[in-house]
């Protein structure tokens, strides 16, 4: 049995990620329309049953593949709904998904830069302050343990009835979810100097501000890079789930939640799809950066 | 009048948090500051919304919540019980069964690794939440929905830090290992499992927090009249904030107790690791 | 020639709280180094040799006796800047050239940007690394990387020069060939130098003055003024006299080690 040489880690990775990949995604694309055949089929039945047809298995196939409404939409579906929705309508349009996406977008983007701005300035307050560390970081960890986004929708209401509505509140939500992460990671990274370093900049009788800016800020980078991904997604999260009680507001978990009250699944997977690509292309984004900052700071980690 | 004590009590719990912080290290006063926060933020709360005559359906007083709280505690268990135990519980059993297995097929086989690992990198950013309202089409508006959620939404973080911590055993352990002739299977129970524990946790960590967030926001997409995410849908348009403040404490009690739970689990598995003997 | 003290320590005492009770790192230590002095201390593990230079250069406070450095407090030392520190490991910044490595004290300290240049190429020089400037410390080896750290310890004036074991990590003939350097530079430059090693060729090789000590509790054993002339090439560590100075010092670690 050959046993694969785990100290050549790199070289498994870098060669041949493109074909294991594509392989899975066909074949997870070849079960998805099987299980479509299999979840839309009952209906089919049914319909077939009420008009006294009987079906053959090419008829129930090309069927399932095309329902209105169907329990599992086929990726061809998805797809389709998506163009229709993005490319074939008006962008200001509320029947356009590029319309609820955007709106999803800037709740997310203002959410996210307020709170990583303030994640990394309550992260710099811990590290140089013994009483905020003392008494603030203990909520922090405990706040990551509470599922703070099932109060979103908490929020939104209260915030509507007292006059705030649209964006903002949404914002906030995200700006809240988002801050977590980022004031954990920048404490880690802020703080990871090793004891040399440390003591090297004291014989230098460095200011507290000199070690921050040359050593603390420079070390932290790869610290900072994973807690934007995660305070990304979760400003993200947080935008989707604030906009399910809004009622009318519009973005991707409205698009979500309407599609799954009146039945129109196609709404659902395409919103779906649609966060997902937005996410994705969100976090590919923060993670050139990434790639490019830390490849010209020769701190790859 | 009631406004000026609370931020008086404030300004003093913090001159006293900055004394503890000129002390040396101690188990026992480490405990103050976090609590003398908390409390001066409850105190400062519960005086601005009776001075300000802050109405309750923007933001109740602590006091009002206790009340509630205490006075509902036969609805909140039944929520609890609901969404916790039978939504978030068994959806992360579920979830973490299935990472488990794929994990360990994937590091048997080496092609499905290469495939599944980055496709489970990007499932794991994504907003899974979204197929929540999916699952509760397909299986209805009981908890077996919520446990689905659940279940995906841990199955990809556990899967990939899964993987990461099996590739993690150091080359001389292996090369021991192979002087020994041992056989996959030994050399996984022996060493791999063992050496990948840290990371494994890392992620049953993570998803404690993802498992009670899945279960209550599907409840959001449907549910039987139970249900702590049912309860603050209908609660919150009702504007019966205490009630939705009084489900809130009851997930962040349920979720520091199951995170808890798991990291009393880590300290029993991985006494060993730096990490556990305190150095930091 | 006036002898200077500059360095004067004073029943230096060192003891740790630790779980298994107190820990006596350093006790009643007491040293006179001169100006121009090349100091080694040489120990056993354990021994405080490393502690007592970390308390010269204020990174950790005596809790008993009184220490000097330049007639000041070590603090004052350390805030006018009066020394340089070699770590065991070259602790270069990854994101900086080699260049912008050097120049990274100058910048705290507040040297102009002209000055900070000049400094830097003749560092630079003096460790026979010029045209490295835009290397990055990956791009260099253990011990280029280390002279790095020295020639970055020499770029802003300080009479003092504080080593904790800067070659221990790199090979005997890299190691040959920094000792050859580092005294030249020592005689070019007349600092005063605190070496700390453990091994004993190093020690008496660069050494005007051998402190041996011995640990538990950490303390000196033995003073040894060393009679070799400043000419010191590498052969030198085969004549009578270096012999005899290695086989002082041996019997001096014998003596530390069998009192425990």
């Known amino acids: 049995m050959p046993v694969t040489p785990m100290n050549n880690r790199k070289l498994i990775w870098s060669e041949g990620k493109v074909v294991p990949v594509v392989s899975i995604i066909l074949f997870i694309v070849i079960i998805w329309y099987g299980f479509s055949v299999v979840l839309n089929a009952p209906w089919e039945y049914d319909k077939a049953k009420r008009s006294s047809i009987t079906l053959s298995k090419v008829e129930l196939i090309s069927n399932t593949w095309s329902q209105k409404r169907p329990k599992l939409p086929t990726p061809h579906q998805v797809t389709k709904e998506i163009w229709d929705t993005t490319v074939n309508k008006k962008v200001t349009s509320k029947r356009s998904l590029v319309y609820h996406g955007l709106i999803t977008f800037y709740e997310t983007i203002y959410g996210f830069v307020f709170g990583t701005c303030l994640g990394i300035l309550l992260a710099i307050g811990i590290v140089y302050n013994r009483a905020t560390a003392m008494s603030v970081m203990p909520w922090i960890i405990t706040s990551q343990t509470i599922p703070i986004l099932a109060i979103a929708p908490m929020i939104v209401v209260a915030l509507g009835s007292a006059g705030f509505s649209g964006l903002m509140p949404i914002a906030i939500i995200s700006m809240y979810l988002s801050f977590f992460p980022v004031v954990v990671g920048m404490v880690k990274g802020l703080k990871s100097p090793d004891q040399l370093e440390i003591d090297q900049m004291k014989t230098w009788s460095a200011s507290k501000f000199q070690v921050l800016h040359k050593l603390r800020a420079p070390r932290s980078m790869p610290y900072f890079f994973t807690s934007l991904k995660l305070g990304m997604a979760a400003s993200l999260v947080g935008a989707i789930v604030g906009e399910l009680p809004s009622g009318g507001g519009g973005g991707l978990g409205f698009r979500m939640l309407s599609g799954s009250t009146f039945g129109n699944t196609l709404h659902i997977w395409s919103g779906l799809f649609s966060a997902a690509i937005l996410a994705g292309t969100l976090i590919a984004i923060i993670g050139v950066i990434q790639k490019i900052v830390l490849k010209r700071m020769s701190l790859e980690m | 009048m009631y406004f000026w004590a609370a931020i008086i009590f404030w300004i003093l719990a913090w001159l006293v948090n900055i004394w503890i912080s000129h002390q040396k290290e101690s188990r026992l006063l480490s405990l103050f500051p976090p609590v003398l926060f908390g409390v001066s933020i409850i105190f400062i709360w519960e005086s601005c919304v009776v001075t300000f005559n802050v109405s309750p359906v923007i933001l109740p007083p602590p006091s009002a919540i206790y009340v509630k709280f205490m006075s509902s505690i036969p609805i909140l268990w039944e929520d609890f019980v609901q969404t916790a135990i039978k939504g978030a519980l068994s959806g992360y059993l579920i979830g973490c069964v299935a990472a488990f297995i794929v994990s360990l097929i994937a590091d048997k086989f080496n092609f499905l690794e290469r495939g599944l690992l980055p496709i489970g990198n990007f499932l794991a950013a994504m907003p899974i939440i979204g197929i929540a309202p999916i699952l509760v089409m397909w299986y209805g508006y009981g908890w077996q929905s919520k446990a689905a959620v659940v279940a995906v939404m841990v199955f990809f973080p556990i899967l990939v830090n899964t993987v990461q911590g099996l590739k993690m055993s150091d080359q001389i352990h292996r090369d021991l290992m192979q002087t020994y002739n041992a056989s996959y299977l030994q050399t996984m129970m022996k060493l791999r499992l063992s050496t990948a524990m840290p990371f494994i946790f890392n992620g049953l960590k993570i998803c404690t927090t993802l498992a009670l967030i899945g279960a209550i926001v599907a409840e959001f997409f449907g549910s039987p009249i139970r249900g702590m995410g049912f309860r603050i849908s209908t609660e919150a348009p009702r504007f019966a904030l205490d009630m939705v403040w009084a489900e809130i404490t009851v997930a962040a009690m349920a979720g520091s107790l199951f995170y808890g739970g798991v990291v009393l689990l880590e300290k029993w598995i991985t006494f060993w690791h730096p990490s556990q003997r305190g150095k930091t | ?260």
């Open chain 3, 1 to 260: 020639m006036t002898q200077s003290n500059v360095i004067s320590v004073s029943d230096l005492d060192l003891t740790f709280e630790t779980n298994d009770g107190p820990v006596h790192a350093l006790r009643n230590v007491n040293l006179e180094i001169n100006k121009g002095d090349f100091v080694s201390f040489i120990g056993p593990s354990g021994c405080g040799k490393t502690t007592l230079l970390r308390v010269l250069a204020d990174l950790d406070e005596p809790t008993g006796g009184i220490v000097t450095v330049n007639g000041v407090s070590p603090r004052e030392a350390r805030e006018s800047r009066s020394y340089g520190y070699v770590f065991q490991a070259a602790g270069l910044y990854p994101w900086r050239t080699i260049a912008a490595n050097v120049k990274l004290p100058l910048e705290i300290m507040g040297y102009t940007k002209t000055e900070q240049a000049e400094r830097v190429k003749k560092v630079l020089d003096l460790v026979e690394l010029s045209g490295f400037e835009k290397k990055f410390p990956w791009q260099l080896s253990g011990g280029m990387q280390q002279r790095v750290s020295i020639a970055r310890a020499l770029a802003f004036d300080a009479d003092i020069l504080f080593m904790d074991e800067p070659f221990g990590a790199l090979d005997e003939i890299v190691r040959d060939h920094l000792n050859e350097q580092l005294l030249k530079l020592w005689d070019s430059t007349n600092k005063t130098i605190c070496f700390v090693t453990h091994s004993i060729p190093e020690a008496v090789y660069l050494s005007t003055k051998i402190v041996v000590m011995s640990p538990r509790p950490g303390r000196i054993i033995d003073v040894i003024d060393s009679n070799l002339p400043s000419e010191r090439p590498l052969e030198i560590r085969d004549s009578k006299e270096f012999i005899e100075i290695s086989q002082r010092v041996r019997e001096g670690l014998r003596a530390g080690h069998t009192d425990e």
